[in-house]
């Protein structure tokens, strides 16, 4: 596609149900990101790919959180057991470069906003 | 610690008028810096990027400039529009593969 595509763009889930978040990223593009947004925040990083690889995940604030990219394209951001406090917009971005590249340039998609009730 | 912190934390200006956000930052190693644009509900979107060897660059109305050695960037927005209303945040990217982000400025563009 043209850019980059995040479904749902609205999750509202009862505490304790699990959520998944997909991203669709440019294609061809290597690395990709999952950042947690909250309201009048900065991005906050939760995890790199690099291809299908999974090279960092130090940002994943519990072991209910989890991401994959078997295949090295679109990726899958999984929520265990929701809390309030996971209420916040998902941010997916992917760059034709590998993390810390010559410029770096991150292609964002327009998030998955959850609400966890 | 690797931080990013930029100033104000949000501004009103009236239509046409001109604005400075600020960017202070402390990450090392350093390899560029970028600000991205973010409209409500949608993605940022990068605006400009500065290396570590470009004082000022320019794209339309926005200039950014750069200030390697007290580590310090801007952002001048020339004769403001409604649509610069956004969040505007300040992104460096260490050599060491890790991107900072700030937690931005919030501009409101009243007509």
């Known amino acids: 596609g043209a850019g980059v595509s995040q479904s749902p763009r609205y999750k509202v889930a009862k505490r304790g149900q699990d959520v998944a978040l997909r991203c669709d990223p440019i294609s061809g593009h290597v690395s990709l990101f999952w950042y947690q947004q909250a309201l009048g925040q900065g991005p906050e990083f939760l995890t790199y790919f690099q291809n299908e690889a999974q090279l960092d995940k130090s940002g994943l604030p519990s072991d209910r959180f989890f991401a994959e990219r078997p295949e090295g394209s679109v990726s899958t951001l999984k929520i265990q057991r929701t809390q309030q406090e996971d209420s916040a917009v998902y941010l997916c971005?992917?760059?034709?470069?590998?993390?810390?590249?010559?410029?770096?340039?991150?292609?964002f998609g327009e998030g998955s906003r959850l609400t966890v009730l | 610690k690797n931080q990013v912190e930029q100033s104000p934390q949000s501004l009103i200006i009236l239509e046409g008028k001109n604005c400075t956000l600020q960017?202070?930052?402390?990450?090392?190693?350093?390899?560029?810096l970028r600000w991205y644009k973010q409209d409500t509900g949608r993605g940022p979107v990068s605006l400009t990027i500065?290396?570590?060897?470009?004082n000022t660059k320019s794209n339309g109305r926005y200039t950014a400039t750069l200030d390697a050695d007290t580590k310090q960037s801007s952002l001048h927005i020339t004769a403001s529009q409604l649509s610069d209303s956004a969040s505007y945040i300040c992104?460096?990217?260490?050599?060491?593969?890790?991107?900072?982000f700030g937690s931005g400025t919030r501009l409101s563009i009243r007509p």
């Open positions: 971005a992917s760059s034709p470069e590998l993390a810390g590249g010559a410029t770096g340039e991150l292609f």
């Open positions: 500065m290396t570590f060897s470009e």
């Open positions: 960017c202070n930052y402390t990450v090392s190693p350093f390899s560029n």
């Open positions: 992104v460096v990217y260490s050599s060491a593969s890790k991107i900072i």
